[in-house]
Nanobody, 124 residues
């Protein structure tokens, strides 16, 4: 089981930026992939971005605005969020895929470790 701790959430106006961080208890490069998900009230958890040994995957709704990256020396994954919109408001979760699990970088079934989440609120 991988321990994940998110930070960096907060409140920002539309058009603003935030950077989320996810500190992992293992070397992130050893995972199948690391990802960020979000869940708004009353909605299902959705995949936002994922990174696997340099390859990145993004949901269509955030392409061109969000960037996922990792610092293997710090066992940390980041999500840089620019041009934020009110519809980006949600609880954001970091997730890790380790071991033998289905390959699904933007789906919850592709992950077996989750952080507690950090709230992002974007006002118009």
């Amino acid at each position: 089981q991988v321990q994940l701790v998110e930070s960096g959430g907060g409140s920002v106006q539309a058009g603003g930026s935030l950077r989320l961080s996810c500190a992992a208890s293992v070397n992130t490069y050893s995972s199948n992939y690391m990802g960020w998900f979000r869940q708004a009230p009353g909605k299902e958890r959705e995949g936002v971005a994922s990174i696997s040994r340099g390859s990145t995957y993004y949901a269509d709704s955030v392409k061109g605005r969000f960037t996922i990256s990792q610092d293997n020396a710090k066992n940390t994954v980041y999500l840089q969020m620019n041009s934020l919109k009110p519809e980006d408001t949600a609880m954001y979760y970091c997730a890790a895929s380790v071991g033998n699990i289905v390959w699904a970088p933007l789906a919850t079934r592709g992950y077996n470790s989750w952080g507690q989440g950090t709230q992002v609120t974007v006002s118009s």
